[in-house]
């Protein structure tokens, strides 16, 4: 059973910076799109950008500009550099495959501080 490990959340002020990495236990990210979503209390969980095994990426309206996700395949890892932080991007934080979702991690918590 493949497993997704989040890691390099925390304790950010406003308009600070955070790298997520996710790490997979098999070697799946080369033939999936990958995802990375978030979930804030008392909402639903959302996808905030994604990136396709060739490299092209999506990001929701949100965080357009400010976040950047990618990817190293032979590390069989994706990550989510996090720049001009706001508190509503306060969120857990989870990567999973776009389609098709394997288990879910425990996810990463990203707190921002206005």
């Known amino acids: 059973q493949v497993q997704l490990v989040e890691s390099g959340g925390g304790l950010v002020q406003a308009w600070g910076s955070l790298r997520l990495s996710c790490a997979a236990s098999?070697?799946?990210?080369?033939?999936?799109?990958m995802g990375w979503y978030r979930q804030a209390p008392g909402k639903q969980r959302e996808l905030v950008a994604s990136?396709?095994?060739?490299?092209?990426?999506s990001y929701a309206d949100s965080v357009k500009g400010r976040f950047a996700i990618s990817r190293d395949n032979a590390k069989n890892t994706v990550y989510l550099q996090m720049n001009s932080l706001k508190p509503e991007d306060t969120a857990v934080y989870y990567c999973?495959?776009?389609?098709?979702?394997?288990?879910w991690g425990q996810g990463t918590q990203v707190t921002v501080s206005s």
């Open positions: 999973n495959k776009v389609r098709n979702f394997l288990p």
């Open positions: 990136i396709t095994w060739g490299g092209s990426t």
């Open positions: 098999g070697s799946i990210f080369s033939i999936n799109a």
